[in-house]
């Protein structure tokens, strides 16, 4: 697939309050998610580099210990295996991720 529309993407559910939308090719990929307020992102790490860019919205969120809130036009670099979390502030939220390799859990 060359060219997509956002809309056309299939909506995953990964967690209370949060899904998104994923798009691929064969080593890259781009996640849309959506976040209802108050949503969390348990602490966690993964393999995969990961860069967000928050599109609407505000999250706090946290890498290796240190915490910012993000609201629109602000993102966050997560290198291989950093532990990071989130938690979605009181209004709806959306963010763009990309991911390097391809998480096959998003797909």
């Known amino acids: 697939m060359n060219f997509f529309r956002e809309s056309d993407l299939k909506a995953k559910k990964v967690l209370?309050?949060?899904?998104?939308?994923?798009v691929s090719g064969d080593k890259t990929m781009m996640t849309f998610f959506e976040f209802e307020p108050n949503a969390v992102i348990p602490s966690h790490k993964h393999y995969h580099e990961q860069i967000t860019c928050i599109i609407e919205g505000e999250i706090e969120f946290t890498v290796e210990g240190e915490t910012k809130i993000l609201r629109k036009g602000d993102g966050v670099v997560i290198l291989s295996n950093q532990e990071h979390g989130a938690k979605v502030l009181?209004?709806?939220?959306k963010a763009v991720d990309a991911w390097y390799p391809i998480r096959e859990d998003y797909k």
């Open 90 to 93: 009181d209004k709806p939220t």
């Open 16 to 22: 209370e309050g949060i899904t998104l939308k994923a």
